[in-house]
């Protein structure tokens, strides 16, 4: 198990490579707009620039959620350290899944419907939802005076 300063300094240094790199892919995407490239622009890639839209708004998102776990775990001493660990877990795989699958999902595309890699979206959201619901559940069960 690690503790809290070492999972704090984890989710640290992941929220920033999140921030660095969804941070340039917006720059990514703003540059393909701006020299009206086809491979984004066209009518028929609509699907694609709607995904990878999706694909840097959600990690950049989640490189926050990142940061701001690492700033209230001091506030998280009464969950236990399998809690903590266990939503870290859940709160690494989100922001690999959900920006990942919005991704792939544009980057190889049918008639305008996603491709298989979709499939991830879905699984990152749960995996973001689980993260939170097992903390609540640790400041739940938490003792009264422990927090």
Known sequence: ?????????RHIR??????LVFAAAGLVLESLHGLK???YLDVGNQTRRHMWTLAHAHGTLLGLVHLAYAAILPQLHAVDDSRR?????????AGICLPGGFF????????GDPGLGIILVPIGAFALIWGCWIL??????APKNAS
């Not at 198990?1 to 999972?7: F, G, K, R, T, Y």
């Not at 660990?85 to 795989?93: G, Y």
């Not at 792939?104 to 008639?111: H, K, P, T, V």
């Open 1 to 9: 198990m690690a503790e809290p300063n070492q999972l704090a300094r």
């Open 14 to 19: 992941l929220g920033l490579w999140w921030l």
């Open 37 to 39: 490239l086809g491979l």
């Open 85 to 93: 660990a266990r939503a870290s877990a859940l709160f690494t795989a």
């Open 104 to 111: 792939l999902g544009g980057l190889w595309f049918y008639a």
């Open 136 to 141: 609540l559940g640790g400041l739940r069960s």
